[in-house]
């Protein structure tokens, strides 16, 4: 498989076919984010779509923002979707250090759901589960305080095992990559 970065000016004629994939992803996510809002920040270069294409064509898709701390640039793939995970995993690492290197991130993150660990075991160097618990709802009342998210978290760096895939600042993604 092959992750191609889609230039920002491009995204719109990817959705079509990112989108089925991204919707998947967004069904996992607690409804932090939703299909408009994933356009709107793909078009605005507040994050990036990356898509993994086989012969057969595009079979993953992939939505990636960066965080600058005070100490150090993050990248995040916020968004992952596409089956099996053994195919793309490491050509999605691969493509995410070249940005890194572009950019001088240090570090990647996933957020995602527990398959994310076991994926990521060899390409990470610390692994994390963080515990969410919803607090309200919607409507501002208090949840109940049954419903808990556990998504697990995953950070490598260059000085931490095998490599720190980290892409663009927020609003200027890494080099484009255009399908050959």
């Not at 990248?75 to 691969?94: F, N, S, T």
């Amino acid at each position: 498989m092959k992750i191609y970065n889609i230039p920002t000016d491009a995204v719109g004629l990817w959705l079509p076919i990112a989108d089925p994939l991204l919707e998947r992803a967004l069904s996992f996510n607690g409804g932090e984010m939703e299909l408009d809002d994933v356009h709107r920040e793909l078009r605005e270069g507040g994050m990036w779509l990356l898509v993994g294409c086989t012969e057969d064509g595009p079979q993953a898709a992939f939505v990636c923002a960066v965080f600058d701390y005070h100490r150090q640039r993050i990248m995040r793939v916020v968004l992952a979707a596409g089956e099996p995970m053994e195919d793309w995993i490491e050509p999605l690492i691969e493509k995410l250090e070249e940005g890194c290197a572009t950019i001088g991130a240090e570090n990647i993150e996933f957020f995602g759901r527990p398959g994310f660990t076991r994926a990521l075991k060899a390409y990470c160097s610390e692994q994390y589960t963080v515990m969410v618990r919803k607090v309200r709802d919607v409507q501002g009342r208090q949840a109940d305080p049954d419903q808990y998210e556990q998504p697990v978290g995953a950070r490598g760096g260059p000085d931490r095992g095998r490599g720190s895939p980290s892409c663009g600042t927020v609003g200027k993604p890494p080099p484009a990559v255009h399908r050959a």
